[in-house]
Nanobody, 115 residues
Framework: QVQLVESGGGLVQAGGSLTLSCAAS????????MAWHRQAPGKSREHVAT???????NYADSVKGRFTISRDNAKNTVYLQMNSLKPEDTAVYYC?????????WGQGTQVTVSS
């Protein structure tokens, strides 16, 4: 059983920064990709950023240039460095990992950006 545990969420003022972490535990396979998604109140969950095992990254247009995703394969951990935060970044952020054919979700961590 694989568990993903996020940390690092909180309340920050607009323009500020936060770093989210997601650590995997359990019978950890080699993850093909690790990612962050988010869900704002009243909205659908949306993709934020993905990092593949080889280091390829992909970002949503709304966060390009502000967020940076990275991973430590040895620690089975993925990070999301969030800079220049905006009130519209307020959401629950979820960690997501793929080890084909399985995929896993974390429980989410709240990020609130005040104006």
């Amino acid at each position: 059983q694989v568990q993903l545990v996020e940390s690092g969420g909180g309340l920050v003022q607009a323009g500020g920064s936060l770093t989210l972490s997601c650590a995997a535990s359990g019978s950890i396979p080699g993850f093909n990709a690790m990612a962050w998604h988010r869900q704002a109140p009243g909205k659908s969950r949306e993709h934020v950023a993905t990092v593949a095992r080889g280091g390829y990254t992909n970002y949503a247009d709304s966060v390009k240039g502000r967020f940076t995703i990275s991973r430590d394969n040895a620690k089975n951990t993925v990070y999301l460095q969030m800079n220049s935060l905006k009130p519209e970044d307020t959401a629950v952020y979820y960690c997501y990992a793929v080890a084909l054919p399985n995929h896993y979700w974390g429980q989410g961590t709240q990020v609130t950006v005040s104006s």
